[in-house]
């Protein structure tokens, strides 16, 4: 089966590797060739992760692995006059593929891939009562309940990209809040997105909701593998 690959360097000093059509489907590596290396690994993993949920009827065929480079990117840094700079606003990937509007069918998928996801990130702090979730991490620039405030913070980001966030003043403050409001925002917009051909260029970046459901799947993800990192090692 052939998958449509992006590359996504520097990303925090290391390299990524999307299969675009799948939304929460990723490897690192610290090189682009390390991370595109990972991507079968990642891919078959990710296929059990959905049929496991999906009662075995999940919609990735098997078959032979075959990549197509959709694009490469290197994150960049600018500042606020958008003029390149070691630090500031990081710019981050923008492929062809992200151009394209979202089907009814790819909706319906990522709905099935966030609602698993946000699943997993729950069980992941699981058990734990506020001193645990508050208690300092060594080593990491957040405790639990900061990753989850900080997944929900960015979630309200993407959707604040294609100017469909609420207010950020009422984002609540319990991370737990947070989550299930923001992610009723986004189960709300999500749908009314299929089809739409939005492009917005934001502060030196474009934004479409192709790119806010692939960001969205990978940054929960992400942070759910982290927790459990802290947690179990």
Not at 6 to 22: C, F, K, P, Q, T
Not at 185 to 209: I, K
Request: hydrophobic letters at 45%; charged letters at 30%; a negative charge.
């Amino acid at each position: 089966m052939l998958y449509r690959v992006g590359i996504e360097n520097n990303v925090e000093g290391r390299s990524m590797a999307w299969a675009l059509d799948h939304p929460g489907c990723f490897s690192y590596g610290p090189t682009a060739e390390r991370a595109l290396a990972g991507l079968p690994e990642a891919i078959w993993d990710y296929q059990a992760w959905i049929q496991a949920r999906a009662n075995g009827r999940g919609w990735i065929e098997d078959g032979e692995i075959e990549f197509y480079l959709d694009g490469s990117w290197d994150v960049y840094a600018i500042d606020e006059a958008f003029d390149l700079a070691n630090e500031g606003y990081e710019v981050n990937a923008w492929y062809l593929h992200d151009w394209k509007p979202l089907i009814d069918e790819e909706v319906l998928r990522g709905l099935k891939v966030l609602e698993w996801s946000r699943v997993d990130l729950l069980e992941s702090a699981e058990g734990l009562d506020l001193l645990a979730l508050q208690a300092e991490c060594l080593g990491e620039k957040w405790n639990i309940a900061g990753i989850l405030k900080h997944v929900a913070g960015a979630e309200w980001w993407y959707l604040d990209r294609l100017g469909l966030a609420f207010p950020k003043a009422e984002l609540p403050a319990d991370p737990f809040e947070r989550l299930d409001k923001v992610r009723r925002r986004l189960n709300q917009v999500l749908p009314e997105l299929a089809g739409s051909r939005q492009v917005r260029g934001v502060n030196g970046e474009f934004w479409s909701p192709r790119k806010l459901l692939r960001r969205a799947a990978w940054h929960e993800r992400d942070h759910t593998a982290h927790i459990r990192r802290l947690r179990w090692g």
